[in-house]
């Protein structure tokens, strides 16, 4: 597609159970981020893909978070045992590599994930 | 390591006034750098952007020069409309492949008609 669709737009879970949300790239982009913006605005990158492989992984939290990014499928954030803390938007952007250039991060419209 | 800071807000001007928004970084080589916006309730929206030093981004009346004597990305509007109320953001990314974006904590903008 033409833009970066995220699923669920909001997604309201009680505390200790499982979120999933959904991110398919723009079409051809060979690159996908995963970002949380918390209340204050502050966006903190989580993980990176480059097709199907994790390319950066260092923001993420180890013990609830994971994502994948399977072929033909939406890429997908899971949070196993979600916490109040966890509340937030998050959004992903997928982009293009040209080799030494950077190209442009194009965002989805985000999940707000709200933990109750 | 890499970061960005940037005027803290919130920032309130009238209609058609100048507008400023600083921000400086610290990278290590030479990392492109971006202006996004972020208007209510939507995603995040390249505003500009510059990869190499001395370059200008530009849209919609916006511009920012890359300075890398000062390692500043100022964002200068010269009059401003009431649309243009939202939170800007401030990113680098480091050169050499798709790397992730270190944002600055955003500055939310609100202009008075």
């Known amino acids: 597609g033409e833009e970066v669709a995220q699923t669920p737009k909001h997604l309201v879970r009680g505390e200790g159970q499982k979120a999933k949300l959904y991110c398919a790239p723009i079409?051809?982009?060979?690159?996908v981020f995963w970002y949380q913006q918390v209340l204050k605005n502050e966006f903190k990158f989580l993980i990176s893909f480059q097709n199907e492989n994790v390319f950066d992984e260092t923001g993420m939290p180890k013990e609830r978070f994971s994502a994948k990014c399977l072929p033909n499928s939406p890429c997908s954030l899971e949070i196993q045992a979600t916490k109040l803390e966890d509340s937030a938007v998050y959004f992903c952007?997928?982009?293009?590599?040209?080799?030494?250039?950077?190209?442009?991060?194009?965002f989805g419209q985000g999940t707000r994930l709200t933990v109750v | 390591g890499n970061s960005v800071t940037q005027m803290e807000g919130p920032v309130t001007l009238s209609e058609e006034a100048f507008l400023t928004i600083n921000c400086t970084y610290t990278a290590t080589g030479y990392p492109s750098l971006f202006w996004y916006v972020q208007y209510p309730g939507e995603g995040l929206q390249l505003l500009l952007k510059a990869t190499k030093a001395d370059d200008k981004g530009s849209n919609k009346g916006f511009e920012a020069t890359y300075r890398k004597e000062t390692t500043s990305f100022h964002l200068e509007k010269g009059s401003v409309q009431v649309s243009d109320s939202a939170v800007y953001f401030c990113a680098l990314s480091p050169l050499q492949g798709a790397q992730k974006l270190v944002f600055g904590q955003g500055t939310r903008l609100t202009i008075n008609p």
């Open positions: 952007a997928s982009s293009q590599s040209q080799g030494a250039l950077n190209t442009e991060a194009f």
């Open positions: 079409k051809g982009h060979s690159y």
